[in-house]
């Protein structure tokens, strides 16, 4: 892993820290988790198992600390290394086709289902839900990939035009 994707990574990573720290709880303290994107986003930018590493472990640590949520901290360490390794995988298939804004924001939207899916199962085991799972999944889990989704739209060609630019990119 070079330096400058290092550093790439860590701004990104960075930056997903103040989305997670604006955004409100919605339900039973549970709040959107926008610092997904961000580690998304490292990854499609440097699809490098160690970067997958890095970003999940540094996004884990992060989502662990701001959690409000009752066995949040577990979850999140758990759940986010998973999490970016599932995305690794189906990054690097979309990118066998072609990697667009579309597919990328695809991508995003489906591994941010996947995230609240074993975010919600391990905390479950853990500290168990103050409500069904399946209206967990309704309430914060798919909204907040739609908002995830949105979000990538916008900022994902941006980065890729000033990683081009700037030869970040593996």
């Known amino acids: 892993m070079n330096t400058k994707s290092l550093a790439l990574t860590s701004v990104l990573i960075a930056l997903g820290y103040v989305f997670h720290t604006v955004v409100p709880p919605l339900f039973f303290g549970m709040k959107p988790d926008?610092?997904?994107?961000?580690?998304?986003?490292?990854?499609?930018?440097?699809?490098?198992?160690?970067?997958?590493?890095?970003?999940?472990?540094?996004?884990?640590?992060?989502?662990a600390l701001t959690t409000g949520m009752a066995g949040g901290q577990i979850a999140n360490l758990v759940e986010k290394p998973i999490t970016a390794f599932i995305f690794l995988a189906m990054f690097l298939l979309a990118k066998k086709v072609k990697v667009n804004a579309f597919s990328a924001v695809l991508l995003t939207v489906v591994g941010t289902i996947i995230s609240g899916t074993v975010f919600l199962l391990v905390a479950m085991l853990v500290a168990g839900l103050p409500g069904s799972l399946f209206s967990f999944i309704g309430l914060i889990v798919l909204p907040t990939s739609v908002i995830s989704g949105l979000i990538m739209f916008f900022i994902y060609p941006v980065a890729q035009r000033f990683s081009k630019q700037s030869s970040l990119t593996v």
């Open 34 to 63: 926008l610092l997904l994107v961000m580690m998304f986003l490292a990854i499609m930018l440097s699809p490098t198992k160690q970067n997958v590493l890095i970003a999940s472990m540094a996004a884990g640590a992060i989502s």
